[in-house]
C-alpha cells in the first residue's frame, strides 16, 4: 500500500512570496489533515478534511493560509504572504474514518524556509 | 484545553537497555485516545503504540509498552532491549474519543548508543 505523498520535500521562498504544498492520501482515506511542526515542538493542526469538507479549521490562519481538497482526494495547502514565522516542516497525514483513534498516517513533510 | 507534556526534551539509552519516556496530559474528558508515534530522523512519523482510556489494561507491542495511570494522567512509554534504529523524536499525543483533532507534546529526542 503506498503512503501519504507530499510534494515539494524542500522550499525556500522570501518572506510576502506565496507557496504552495501538495499532498495525495492513502487511498480510500477518507480524511485528511494538515499540521504545522515549528522546529523543537510537536505537530500542531491546521486543518481537516473528511472527503472534500472542512470538519476544523479552527487554528489555520485564514488571513494568509488556504487548503482545499477537490474531489475528496489531494489536497493543497497555500500560504500567501508568508512570514519568517511561517518557517516550519508541514505535514500531511490521512486516516481511513473520522472517528477518534483511527490511526494517522504521516506522509513525510514539506520543509519551508522563509528568508 | 487539552494539554501534553513531555519533561524530558533529551535522554539516550545503551543499546539492550531499557528506556521510560514521560508523558502527562490534561483532560476533562473521561474517554479518550493516547499515542506514541515516532520520528526517525529525516522520516515519517509513525505510530508506535496506541492506549484507550476505557481500557485498563497497559497496551504492549513488541519491545514497546506503556503505563498508563489514568487518574494522575500519566502515559509513559517503556522500550525494552532499545535498539539503534530506536533512535529517533518521541511524541505523546492525546485525542478525544469522538473527533480526530490530536493534540502533540514537544516530544523526546531519544538516542540509542551502540
Known amino acids: 500500500e503506498a503512503g501519504v505523498a507530499q510534494s515539494p520535500r524542500y522550499k525556500i521562498i522570501e518572506k510576502r512570496q506565496s507557496v504552495a504544498f501538495w499532498c495525495n492520501p492513502i487511498s480510500g482515506h477518507a480524511t485528511l489533515y494538515w499540521y504545522q511542526q515549528i522546529l523543537g515542538q510537536g505537530p500542531k493542526l491546521l486543518i481537516q478534511?473528511?472527503?472534500?469538507?472542512?470538519?476544523?479549521d479552527s487554528q489555520l490562519p485564514k488571513d494568509r493560509f488556504s487548503a482545499e481538497r477537490l474531489k475528496g482526494v489531494d489536497s493543497t495547502l497555500k500560504i500567501q504572504p508568508a512570514k519568517l514565522e511561517d518557517s516550519a516542516v508541514y505535514l500531511c497525514a490521512s486516516s481511513f474514518g473520522l472517528a477518534g483513534g483511527d490511526e494517522q498516517y504521516f506522509g513525510p513533510g514539506t520543509r519551508l524556509t522563509v528568508t | 484545553a487539552q494539554t501534553v507534556t513531555q519533561s524530558q526534551p533529551e535522554m539516550s539509552v545503551q543499546e539492550a537497555e531499557t528506556v521510560t519516556l514521560s508523558c502527562t496530559y490534561d483532560?476533562?474528558?473521561?474517554?479518550?485516545?493516547l499515542f506514541w508515534y515516532k520520528q526517525p530522523p529525516s522520516r515519517q512519523m509513525i505510530l508506535v503504540i496506541r492506549q484507550e482510556a476505557y481500557k485498563q489494561q497497559n497496551a504492549t507491542e513488541n519491545r514497546f509498552s506503556v503505563n498508563f495511570q489514568k487518574a494522575a494522567k500519566s502515559f509513559s512509554l517503556k522500550i525494552s532491549d532499545s535498539q539503534l534504529g530506536d533512535t529517533a523524536m518521541y511524541f505523546c499525543a492525546f485525542m478525544k474519543q469522538l473527533v480526530s483533532d490530536m493534540r502533540f507534546g514537544a516530544g523526546t529526542r531519544l538516542t540509542v548508543k551502540p
Open positions: 478534511f473528511q472527503n472534500n469538507g472542512v470538519v476544523d
Open positions: 483532560t476533562s474528558e473521561s474517554n479518550y485516545y
